[in-house]
Structures are given as C-alpha cells and as structure tokens.
T-cell receptor, first 112, second 111 residues
Framework: KAGVTQTPRYLIKTRGQQVTLSCSPI?????VSWYQQTPGQGLQFLFE???????NKGNFPGRFSGRQFSNSRSEMNVSTLELGDSALYLC???????????FGSGTRLTVV | QQPVQSPQAVILREGEDAVINCSSS?????VHWYRQKHGEAPIFLMI?????EQKGHDKISASFNEKKQQSSLYLTASQLSYSGTYFC????????????FGKGTLLTVNP
C-alpha cells in the first residue's frame, strides 16, 4: 500500500516569502501530525489534525499554520519565512491512538 | 516535557547488545520508539502503553516502567542494519494528541 506522500521534496525560498507543504496520509489514516526536524532541536511537534480538527499545537509562532481536508490530506503553511525556518518538515499519519505513526520522507525547506 | 534519552551515542560491533533509555519527568500514557537512518524518514518500531508492558520485535524489544516513567529499548545481537538514530516519543495522556520526541541516540554498528 502507498506510504505517506509529501510534496515537494525540496524547496528553496527567500526570506519573507510564504510556503505551503502538502501531505497525503496512508489510506484510512485520519490522524496527521507535522514535525520540524533540525540538527540542533531534533524533532519538534508542530500540530496534529484528526477529521479536519486541530487537536493540539506545538510552541511555534503563528506564522506556522495548517489544515486538514475531508480526505485527510493535510497542508501546512509558513508565512513570512525566516532563515531559522530552514529544516526538514515531516508529516506522519496514524489510524489514531494507540497506533504508531508512519512518517513521510519529508520536505527539505531552505530559506535564503 | 521533552523526554531525556541516554546514551547520546553508542558504538557496537556486530553481535553485541545495546540498551537505550528514555526518561520522562511527567506521567506517561505511552512511549513510542522509532529508528531513523541518515536521509530517511523515521520508522516506527513499537509502542508501549502504560501498564508496565514489554514488547518484542525480532531481536529488538522494549519495556516501560510506569512507576519510574522510564522506557528502555533493548537491541540484542546487533546487525549492521540496526545502525541509525533511535528516538523515543512520549504522550502524557490519551487525549493529548502530541508525541514529544527525545533528542535521539545515535547507534553505530561496525563489522
């Protein structure tokens, strides 16, 4: 069966621009979580969605937002990009609790 | 709230055993374990729910001590394919919907 698909794989953006990342979960998975991964901070939780509802949000500024559609696909948006937003953004899907997460390959965002 | 993993790094020879620990200052609902190889996505290994259970997965197993809020991952008779960074992720309740990861343990298995 198809895994978690994230697009695009790589992005280069300029400071001040905005970006939208997409995640298609495994069929049947209704929970989608987003993480930012950097060498210094590791895996940082951004938000979690289930059936189009955000159930939790991490400690990130309001420039980071997300949404989930009725087909469970999810997007995250980062506005007014900063150099520090350069990271690997990972999406993970799950049936819900108490199952493990399946991660996508991530979107590598570079802000210049 | 971030769980603390130890050791930060470990180097083994094929066939040796390793233990990776994960500690939380908060009461936990669940502990997840993942392995990530360089340039790849994290792969789910197992989940342990509160209740002090132990799980096995081939030669990789884990335990969860609910009283101490600690989990340990056991890798026995390590293989080259076990190399990677191991992360524990913790949830503080069934209605929290936030998996918080430790900083990871880099495991290197040499021939």
């Amino acid at each position: 069966k198809a895994g978690v698909t994230q697009t695009p794989r790589y992005l280069i953006k300029t400071r001040g621009q905005q970006v939208t990342l997409s995640c298609s979960p495994i069929s049947g998975h209704r929970s989608v979580s987003w993480y930012q991964q950097t060498p210094g901070q590791g895996l940082q939780f951004l938000f979690e969605y289930f059936s189009e509802t955000q159930r939790n949000k991490g400690n990130f500024p309001g420039r980071f937002s997300g949404r989930q559609f009725s087909n469970s696909r999810s997007e995250m948006n980062v506005s007014t990009l900063e150099l520090g937003d350069s990271a690997l953004y990972l999406c993970a899907s799950s049936f819900d609790k108490p199952y493990g997460y399946t991660f996508g390959s991530g979107t590598r965002l570079t802000v210049v | 709230q971030q769980p603390v993993q130890s050791p930060q790094a470990v180097i083994l020879r094929e066939g040796e055993d390793a233990v990776i620990n994960c500690s939380s200052s908060k009461a936990l609902y669940s502990v997840h374990w993942y392995r990530q190889k360089h340039g790849e996505a994290p792969i789910f290994l197992m989940i342990l729910l509160k209740g002090g259970e132990q799980k096995g997965h081939d030669k990789i197993s884990a335990s969860f001590n609910e009283k101490k809020q600690q989990s340990s991952l056991y890798l026995t008779a390590s293989q080259l394919s076990y190399s990677g960074t191991y992360f524990c992720g913790t949830e503080i309740s069934s209605s929290n919907y936030k998996l918080t990861f430790g900083k990871g343990t880099l495991l290197t298995v040499n021939p």
